[in-house]
């Protein structure tokens, strides 16, 4: 069978007097004929025959009917009632969907379950279409939908329903006026959410990625359509990641854990991204064995695993059953060939003891630098609002006037790193980009992330060698403003902010950062302090993590401080008090 030529309806774009835009009356029509067109080109020699046919005999069908049946591709659910399918550019929803029945991608008269029904109706006509007694208006709806789903086991059709008869005792009253209504199942369904996989590459973006695009809610770096890549190579690969999927939801519904072991598809050798899904739903079986405390069987699926923390936790498990040879075997494995900085904290955290155990002499030396440390004890009562918005004001207001105080947390380095680095970030390497909607690069929390752009990345990192940086981070400031990127958050980021950055911040501890994120993108973009006082006039900088009382310094807090405490950057943990609180502990 062929494939026919789609042409996505055009659209000249159209703007409000104020430059907002506005949305054409197809636009979702003009964005899912651009899918199944992308689908084309892309999957053409991967499609089945259900979804060829579909393609093919999609743009025969009226516009009207076409519009009707991808409002409801693009709502939540497959069943609807025609009544709230009401559009002005559609018109009158019957003559719509006759095509669609006529083609078998719509039902006019499918077979409900109850909670098919209940989530169609609302409370009042569930209570009047069922004639239940008047006490159930009481009960709230999900509590109705237990009750009647333990009465009404049978699926009917939505008419079949309003006949519903009841046991004697029940008042008989009569049908709510909209008995008649037709309720339409969208059959199709399953296809086009095949093309929703095929065309993003994963499970978490939807059809709302285009509208959000259209109305410049977001936007989006771009990168060459013809330098992206497909995400699945073949048909197993596409059903290897529903499968995934499918056992990442039974998981969560609680299916018993021998019993979804054995539907877990097998080795992925083909597709390096594929394979890290599934290692990382094996984490999560082991991780439930573990909850569950089924620790034998959470430590083989471990052991098995290469997803990142797979090793930390099997390491745990083999102190707690005290196998302290095992345990201090993969902790020197670890430590030789760490997968992360976390690891190989807690591996250095562990051996001591386990050296202990095993009455073994143990010396370690990389003793941890000494992170400064300084109190401030703030006047009064706790106050309302977060911590470190009132350590912020006070240094700013208390200390000294030529001090300028921020709050940047994690969206000041990583903006930086962002910005100097963007050609590398969306450097279009093969298999990193699926479509136009991306907010980074696939592979961006992979270990693979720097090694593949490791020429892109040293041609950045080179600007700061010099004051080229500097430029370069404001050009790429300004051309680049509110385009989606995974280390800049523009809300965080002003012209102020960035001047002071650049002035005070050197470029010896600006490479350094970088560096440390480059290390391990997923972990090392955060944990950076939550506040940066800059002082312009002498070109320098303090930043601080704040702790309020009963805090305590995170993992990735910690790691990091010691690193720019190892490289002489000034750094400080701020330990934060009330006075109220401490004239009461010395009562």
């Known amino acids: 069978m062929g494939i026919t030529n789609l042409k996505p309806l055009s659209d000249e774009s159209a703007r409000a007097p104020n430059g907002s835009p506005i949305l054409a009356p197809f636009y979702y029509l003009k964005n899912f004929e651009l899918v199944l067109s992308t689908i084309v080109d892309r999957y053409s020699d991967l499609l089945l025959e259900d979804e060829l046919q579909f393609i093919n005999e999609f743009p025969q069908q009226p516009l009207e009917s076409r519009a009707l049946l991808v409002r409801m591709v693009m709502r939540r659910g497959d069943m609807f009632r025609a009544g709230k399918l009401r559009y002005a550019e559609i018109g009158e929803t019957g003559p719509a969907a006759a095509a669609l029945i006529a083609a078998g991608w719509v039902s006019d008269c499918p077979l409900m379950t109850i909670r098919h029904l209940h989530g169609l109706l609302t409370k009042d006509e ?15 709806k999900a509590e109705l939908a237990i009750m009647l789903e333990a009465q009404f086991k049978e699926p009917r059709r939505f008419e079949e329903w309003y006949a519903v008869r009841h046991p004697v005792g029940y008042p008989v009253g009569q049908p709510v006026a909209d008995g008649g209504e037709c309720v339409y199942a969208l059959t199709i369904a399953p296809v086009c959410e095949r093309f929703r996989l095929m065309f993003f590459g994963n ?20 990168v060459e359509r013809s330098l992206h890549s497909r995400p699945f190579q073949s048909r197993l690969q596409l059903e290897v990641f529903q499968r995934i999927q499918e056992c990442r939801e039974l998981l969560a519904q609680g299916m018993p854990l021998d019993e979804l072991t054995s539907i877990v598809p097998q080795v992925i050798e083909e597709s390096e991204w594929l394979e890290e899904r599934r290692q990382k739903l094996k984490f ?5 064995y573990e909850r569950d405390g089924e620790n034998v069987r959470a430590l083989a699926m471990y052991l098995q695993c290469n997803y990142r923390g797979a090793r930390s936790r099997a390491i745990r498990l083999k102190a707690k059953a005290q196998d302290w040879e095992e345990a201090r075997a993969l902790c020197l494995l670890a430590n030789e060939n760490p997968e992360s900085e976390a690891e190989l904290q807690h591996v250095r955290r562990a051996l001591p003891r386990i050296h202990h155990k095993l009455k073994i002499d143990f010396e370690s030396n990389l003793a941890a630098p000494v992170i400064p440390e300084v109190e401030i004890v703030l006047s ?5 609002g977060a911590v470190e918005y009132h350590v912020r004001d006070y240094l700013a207001r208390d200390l000294t006037d030529a001090s300028k105080v921020r709050y940047v947390e994690n969206g000041l380095i990583t903006a930086l790193f962002g910005l100097l680095c963007w050609p590398a970030i969306f ?6 980009f699926f479509h136009d909607f991306h907010h980074g690069p696939i592979d961006l929390e992979s270990g693979h992330f720097y090694r593949r752009r490791k020429r892109e990345f040293d041609e950045c ?6 004051d080229a940086y500097r430029k370069v981070i404001w050009r790429v400031f300004k051309e680049k403003w509110g385009i989606q990127s995974p280390f800049v958050r523009w809300h965080q980021l002003d012209k102020t902010l960035l001047q002071w950055a650049l002035e005070c911040f050197p470029a010896a501890h600006l490479r350094a950062w970088f560096e440390w994120m480059l290390r391990d993108v997923k972990e090392n973009r955060a ?19 704040v702790k309020g009382p009963g805090d305590r310094l995170q993992d990735n807090q910690r790691r990091l401080l010691e690193y720019c405490v190892s490289r002489g950057m000034p750094v400080a943990i701020c330990w934060v008090r009330w006075s109220e609180s401490c004239a009461a502990r010395n009562q």
């Open 126 to 140: 569930l209570i009047r279409c069922l004639k239940l007694p008047s006490r159930y208006a009481a009960w709230r």
């Open 284 to 288: 999560l079986i082991a991780r439930e």
């Open 461 to 466: 990192l080179s600007h700061l060698e010099s």
């Open 380 to 384: 009064g009562a706790a106050r309302a």
């Open 427 to 432: 450097a279009p390497v093969p298999g990193a």
């Open 527 to 545: 944990g950076f302090p939550d506040l940066v006082q800059f002082y312009p006039e002498q070109g320098k900088y303090r930043m601080i993590e």
């Open 203 to 222: 499970d978490r973006q939807s059809w709302t990625e285009f509208v959000t695009a259209d109305l410049g809610v977001f936007r989006y770096e771009k």
